[in-house]
């Protein structure tokens, strides 16, 4: 009897484990486009968005199907609101990637006027290279870091950028990779939020500065999740070891009633 309290004690301590790390997860979960459902659908905040000029959600995502880009003019939008206001103060954006060929400043997923050269979007978290990534955040300065040899075309890697009001953090597989110019990189709330322009998925405005010179990124793109808040590092790790949380009850769009986070899902 005694055996079989002990075991029932294991499962319900497990269970509660459990049960924190998902409550920890999804606090501050605002936004969160899974592509499963073969549309830029957020099946969080409501803020669905479009694809544009060829982009296809395909399946062979990291979990279930992706957003595809083929490099020659496609990408996602998502409409600026004011619930992302919420950008202005502290944020998290995570996202699995698979890059096929990384190029010069072409975006994961970013808002703002210009991908960089000055302070002129919001956040990002782009390729530079087959192996080199650029993150930043802008304050009225552009607090931009980059990394190099941080990840591999060819292969699924999880990246994330924190920022809780004072310092941002980039992440490639729950790892913090080294920058000259920093990472953490210090930048201070409040950050710009460049109203009216929209969160992109694959493409990269203005880059050197150029207007029209944009960079479209040729790979695929899952489970882009953006929170109200800085992740911790444990979460992080979470996330890239293909923790998902899952939807267990659908947006109800007539009451908009919240969606219901339930279970974490691997692969």
């Not at 998902?22 to 501050?28: P, T, V």
């Not at 999880?158 to 000259?180: L, M």
Request: overall charge negative.
């Amino acid at each position: 009897m005694r055996q079989l309290r002990t075991f029932l004690y294991i499962v319900a301590f497990g269970v509660g484990l459990t049960a924190n790390a998902l409550a920890d997860l999804a606090d501050g979960l605002v936004n969160a486009w899974t592509f499963d459902d073969g549309k830029v659908t957020d099946v969080i905040g409501g803020h669905d968005g479009k694809l544009i000029d060829g982009a296809a959600v395909v399946k062979g995502g990291m979990f279930g199907m992706a957003l595809d880009l083929k490099g020659d003019g496609g990408y996602a939008s998502v409409e600026d609101s004011p619930d992302f206001d919420y950008q202005a103060n502290a944020m998290s954006v995570s996202a699995w990637i698979f890059v096929r060929a990384g190029k010069d400043h072409s975006a994961i997923v970013w808002k703002g006027e210009k991908i960089g050269w000055g302070s002129l979007y919001t956040f990002r978290i782009a390729t530079t290279s087959n192996t080199g990534l650029t993150w930043g955040t802008c304050n009225g300065a552009e607090n931009y870091f980059a990394t190099d040899g941080a990840y591999a075309a060819g292969e699924w890697v999880h990246v994330c950028q924190t920022v809780d009001g004072k310092t941002a953090i980039g992440y490639v597989n729950a790892k913090v990779p080294a920058s000259g110019q920093g990472n953490p990189k210090a930048s201070a709330a409040p950050y710009n939020l460049f109203k009216g322009k929209p969160i992109e998925m694959g493409v990269g405005r203005a880059v050197g500065g150029t207007v029209g010179n944009d960079a479209y990124l040729d790979g695929m793109i899952d489970e882009i999740y953006l929170w109200d808040r800085a992740l911790s590092l444990e979460e992080v790790q979470e996330l890239s070891a293909g923790g998902r949380p899952d939807a267990a009850l659908a947006v109800n769009a007539a009451s908009k009633a919240t969606t219901t986070w339930g279970a974490l899902k691997t692969r």
